[in-house]
């Protein structure tokens, strides 16, 4: 039987413990909104994905993550587990309590619980894109669903390092800021051969690579700038390697959506996307280190409903 109410899901962990400790203010908030939910904390890796997949069986159709891009992750993935419903049955909001909230900050909804909530409660929604990732872990080819960008490169050497605090238990901003420190120095480039609906776009060695649904990566930085939610095709940017004592400014200038050295840039969209390297490099999928190149990357559109903002609100967040 199906129910009306939202699921919540919530990952005590996110944003060094955030969506634990701002859970009374978050529920209260749900509560003076007139919202009817049942909540569930997570408590180990992948759990959202089974309480998820619980969820729809229990005849749940609204399903909101307490978190961050990896819990996020997980519920699309439990989404596309599940054999109930068709994917775009299921509807999906977020109330952002991670570090890097980019799937959030792309929908409008990064800053502060009042806004996710209000959108909860109005519960406008719009059928999205998802991702499917093809990749390797030891060997075994494994499938992931993404919400909103995956990195090659320095991105992904940054966000292997930061995950290795994260399983030690080591969490805070200030883990990821020395994740970036250490790349900055260490990271070694690697050859890249990059495909853009069959096509080589990209064959050499190379700073970073991103390719997204949404316009952010990385914690905020603004790499896909003309990325859109539903028009069924991936952004990339390509950025060639440089010296190390320029990476770091332009890195900063890419954060802000403004890179000065656009010969150092390639830019393209495309709805399959295959990347390989010599020697294998790892990959990150919506800030999750997850597995080895090869991969490919394929769009599916319209495959989510996810809740967004009434234009109203989108204008008062300009």
């Known amino acids: 039987m199906e129910k009306s109410g939202w699921m919540v899901i919530v990952n005590p962990k996110a944003g060094d413990g955030r969506g634990l400790s701002d859970w009374p203010l978050i529920s209260n908030t749900m509560n003076r909104n007139g919202l009817e939910y049942v909540c569930h904390f997570t408590e180990h890796k ?3 994905v089974e309480l998820t997949v619980k969820a729809i069986k229990e005849g749940y159709r609204k399903i909101v993550g307490v978190g961050g891009d990896g819990t996020l992750h997980e519920i699309v993935n439990g989404i596309f587990l599940q054999n109930e419903v068709p994917s775009q049955e299921i509807t999906v909001g977020v109330i952002p309590t991670g570090v890097g909230n980019d799937r959030a900050r792309g929908a409008g909804i990064a800053e502060g619980y009042n806004m996710a909530i209000k959108s909860l409660a109005d519960c406008n929604t719009q059928l999205q894109d998802s991702g499917v990732a ?19 490169g320095f991105d992904a050497d940054v966000n292997e390092k930061y995950n290795w605090f994260k399983d030690e238990g080591k969490r805070g901003k200030w883990r990821f800021l020395q994740s970036f420190t250490r790349s900055i120095f260490l990271y070694r480039p690697k050859r890249f051969t990059i495909r853009a609906d069959g096509r080589v776009v990209y064959k050499s060695k190379l700073l970073l690579a991103t390719l997204g649904i ?13 990325a859109k939610f539903d028009d069924s095709l991936y952004d990339i940017i390509i950025v060639r390697m440089m010296p190390r004592f320029k990476m770091l400014r332009f890195l900063s200038n890419l954060k802000n959506g403004k890179p000065k050295d656009d010969e150092k840039l390639i ?12 020697p294998p490099s790892g990959i990150e999928i919506d800030g999750e280190a997850l597995g080895m190149l090869p991969a490919k990357f394929s769009i599916l559109p319209m495959s989510i ?12 967040q300009q």
């Open 46 to 48: 992948y759990h959202t």
């Open 134 to 152: 093809e990749y390797y872990e030891s060997g075994v080819k494994h499938v992931r669903y993404m919400i909103n960008a995956a990195g090659v």
């Open 214 to 226: 949404g316009m952010y990566s990385g914690g905020g930085i603004i790499s896909m700038p003309d």
């Open 267 to 278: 830019r393209i969209r495309a709805s399959v996307v295959e990347i390989s390297s010599n």
């Open 305 to 316: 409903r996810f809740v967004i903002l009434k234009q109203d609100q989108h204008l008062s």
